[in-house]
């Protein structure tokens, strides 16, 4: 009896023990993991990146290139910026940004007044520096440093010779185009039409396709109907693409059509990929991350000086769809 | 020594001790945790200040520019003096995650102060127009900073979401430690109050038993308490009380046994006493008797018979008298003279008995009774089996200091064998008489009287009869020798 009392009097103690053991060491030893504080004197240069397109993975792969420049660079780098082209909010950051005296800013340009208020009398007030990227907004009415990005004028240019290859030198084409066209929108218009001149047998038309998918989808029934015997669209907005291409296929077979497009991100490759796209220009986004947070580096350590107002060009490409030619 | 005193104490120190100890870790704990808690709240104390901050001065930048007043003027600077105060108290609150945004966030406190001051320099200008523009502008960035003081928050949620959710996880594990911790101390404290009570009460138990053996009367048994307390102590009083007891009933025990062995002694002596009076009566009484009857026969005429018991009574009273004392060798000799005149009454011619004496040698002592029985020997073995009688001679020389007596028969004699086994008084009485103890005991006496061995000698042939030589030193006077 006494044996046995003892023994699961001891039994209890130890199990208890154990846990209770257990218990406290992790009540006692369970340190909170605060972030680090930081306290260092020098302040690395902060660098913000904003886009009006924050959805689109085109936009992923810059901030992609331009943190891991950044990185590299050991500066402070972080992406702004508003979704779906939504310019009140995107002005508005860059609102922010210059009164939180960032020490750099890239930004997709915006061909607004507004844009062009702020990048020239507050940026310049505050002594800011500016670079654009992938859309560019002309020097003299932004102030800005550098363009980096595609040079969109020879994009133009480039997928018209691309239809010209695919199609031959006759046909009808159909520029689908939005309201207000961007800058970079605009050269690339310039670009095709420029080409165009050499191919005098090559008519074209443009199509103004409004900003909605119902207005792009309008727009593609109207060039259909005025223009029954096109051969070949281009698409200047990407976003539109698979509405006309959707407008296309109620009325009659996609194959026989030539459908161009640019690439700013977007569901293009998934187009491309399903053979619904000819052919789209490709840009190196993550090239125009890097590039820019190099130059405004340079720019910032007066390595450089001054920056080539005209623009660093990074690579495009023509990316054919899988689906074959027609 | 251990006493049970200290036992107590030790289980209140455990007791306290561990109590203590507890206390201090929640304690401890405690403040830990209050330290954390400050250190948070004072995060979001700061924040919530600036952004309050901010909106006070645009307030009083407002009613400064519709009422420039030293009071209004006063009451910007203070308000803007707190905001430069907040904002240097937010640059402490920087840390990997949100030093990017609190920089920028600092920095737009400072655009903010510079577009306040620019916009009072324009109003002491009178520049309305512009400092109104400013106005608003500090208006927005105000707004902006708001703003930016909820993503602040925001993203300190989000930074120290784990760590919020490691203290609620902790106050848990707190709970947890409180139970397990209580019930750990009261197992402890059941098991030492269990241990300390048996190491008194099992003593007790022993003791007790012990206490009953005692009082069941085994007193052999040893007391053993294994303890190391006052208990142990009354033990081996207790113990030694019964040690001593144990010795004084066996002391009792054997004193008892001694008397009971003299009781049983005394009684004895009681008894050989009565006997010894009736034996003497017996004697005397048949000595009277055959003295009556001796008168009766010489007067009746029979002078022989009348002889005849003289003769006996003579012996009987010699027989009763002399048994421990030395007599002389003739006072001996009579007696034996006396006795073959009984024993020719009874073989009459058969018994031819011749007697020697050297008078030189009858002064001497020697012990009584010594010779009838050995006469009584030859009588036996020379007379009784032959029918036409035998001869007994009996001498007494003084040769050289020593007296011997020589006492022969004609008899059938005995073998070596049977001489010796005389001599030592190994011989079976069978032979109907009981002479051969008589033999034995006279040898003994003379040999013990004397103080020799050589004092009896046996010459026999078988078939020719005994001779028994008594050599006797001469010795004339002695005690009483028995």
Redo the contacts between chains.
């Keep these: 009896m006494r044996r046995k009392v003892i023994f699961v009097l001891c039994s209890l103690c130890a199990v208890l023990g154990f846990f209770t053991v257990l218990s406290v060491n992790k009540v006692l030893h369970s340190e909170w993991e605060f972030p680090e504080t930081v306290k260092s004197e020098k302040e690395r240069f902060r660098i913000v990146v904003i886009s009006q397109e924050l959805d689109t993975p085109f936009w992923k792969l810059v901030d992609e290139g331009a943190s891991k420049q950044a990185a590299k660079e050991g500066v402070s780098l972080e992406l702004w910026g508003s979704y779906s082209k939504n310019q009140e909010d995107f002005l508005k950051q860059v609102e922010i940004a210059l009164h939180s005296k960032v020490d750099g800013i890239i930004v997709q340009g915006l061909d607004t007044e507004e844009f062009q208020q702020l990048t020239r009398i507050k940026a310049a007030s505050y002594g800011i520096p500016i670079i654009t990227v992938a859309n560019d907004v002309p020097v003299e009415k932004s102030l800005r440093k550098t363009y980096v990005g595609s040079d969109h004028h020879s994009a133009g240019k480039m997928l018209m010779e691309k239809l010209v290859s695919d199609m031959g030198e006759q046909g009808e084409v159909v520029l689908l185009g939005g309201t207000d066209l961007e800058y970079s929108q605009r050269l690339r218009l310039k670009g095709m039409e420029d080409s165009l001149e050499n191919y005098p047998d090559i008519i074209s038309f443009y199509v103004e396709s409004g900003s909605s998918d119902e207005e792009a989808a309008a727009a593609t029934q109207k060039a259909l109907n005025e223009h029954p015997d096109v051969d070949a669209f281009f698409v200047l907005n990407v976003r539109q693409a698979g509405t006309v291409m959707q407008e296309i296929s109620r009325r009659t077979e996609l194959e026989p059509y030539y459908i161009y497009s640019f690439d700013d991100g977007s569901d293009a490759s998934e187009l491309l990929t399903e053979g619904k796209l000819d052919g789209i220009i490709e840009q190196s986004p993550e090239q125009m991350g890097e590039m820019s947070v190099t130059l405004m580096m340079q720019w910032l350590r007066n390595e450089v000086v001054p920056l080539d107002s005209e623009g660093y060009i990074t690579d495009i490409r023509i990316v054919e769809g899988k689906g074959g030619l027609p | 020594m251990n006493t049970i005193q200290k036992k107590i104490w030790m289980l209140a120190g455990v007791v306290i001790v561990m109590m203590f100890a507890i206390w201090l ?1 929640l304690t401890f ?1 405690n403040q830990k945790m209050q330290d ?1 808690y400050n250190d948070i709240l004072q995060r979001y104390l700061q924040m919530h200040e600036v952004s309050d901050a901010s909106q006070q001065t645009v307030t009083n930048l407002n009613d400064y520019l519709t009422e420039p007043t030293e009071r209004t003027a006063n009451r910007l600077e203070r308000s803007q003096e707190r905001l430069l105060d907040a904002q240097a108290s937010m640059l ?1 609150l ?7 945004t609190l ?3 600092s ?2 406190i ?3 102060n510079e577009t306040v001051d620019r916009s009072v320099a324009f109003s002491e200008q009178a520049e309305n127009e512009t400092a109104l523009t400013e106005f608003t502008e500090a208006n ?2 105000s707004i ?1 900073i708001s703003e ?1 003081t909820l993503s602040i928050f925001n993203s300190e949620l989000k ?2 979401e ?2 919020y959710r ?2 609620i996880r ?1 106050s848990e ?2 709970d ?2 409180g139970v ?2 209580l ?2 101390t009261s ?2 404290l ?2 030492f109050t ?2 300390f009570s ?1 190491s008194i009460t099992k003593p007790v138990h022993q003791l007790t038993k012990a206490a009953n053996e005692l009082a069941k009367g085994r007193f052999d048994q040893p007391i053993r308490v294994d303890s190391n307390d006052e208990i142990s102590f009354l033990a081996k009083t207790f113990d030694h009380m019964r040690i001593n007891i144990n010795k004084l009933i066996l002391e009792i025990q054997q004193k008892a046994q001694v008397e009971s062995e003299l009781q049983e002694s005394k009684l004895l002596l009681q008894q050989s006493q009565m006997r010894h009076l009736q034996s003497q009566i017996n004697p005397h009484f048949l000595f009277n008797t055959l003295n009556t009857l001796s008168k009766k026969a010489y007067l009746d005429g029979a002078e022989e018979t009348s002889d005849l018991l003289v003769s006996v009574a003579g012996l009987l009273r010699y027989n009763l008298k002399r048994l421990d004392h030395t007599v002389t060798v003739q006072e001996e000799a009579y007696v034996l003279k006396q006795y073959m005149e009984i024993q020719k009454a009874r073989f009459s011619d058969r018994l031819n008995f011749h007697i020697e004496l050297d008078e030189s040698a009858l002064l001497y002592q020697m012990p009584s009774l010594t010779l009838q029985p050995l006469i009584e020997n030859a009588v036996i073995h020379g007379i009784e089996p032959k029918e036409d009688g035998g001869l007994i001679w009996f001498r007494i020389k003084d040769v050289e200091g020593n007296v011997f007596i020589e006492i022969e028969d004609n008899g059938q004699g005995m073998d070596e064998a049977k001489k010796k086994a005389l001599l030592e008084g190994g011989i079976n009485p069978k032979e109907g008489h009981s002479t051969a103890i008589g033999f034995a005991n006279v040898v003994k006496r003379l040999q013990m009287f004397y103080g020799r061995e050589d004092v009896v000698t046996i010459e026999s042939t078988p078939g020719r009869g005994t001779k028994i030589i008594l050599k006797l030193p001469k010795v004339m006077e002695v005690e009483n020798y028995v």
């Design positions: 870790m704990y954390q402490e920087r840390n990997a995650e949100n030093e990017f920089t920028n966030y920095n737009m400072e655009s903010f927005r960035i902006y930016m930074t120290y784990r760590f490691d203290i902790q594990d707190l947890t430690m397990l911790l019930s750990l197992i402890l059941l098991l269990y241990l048996l």
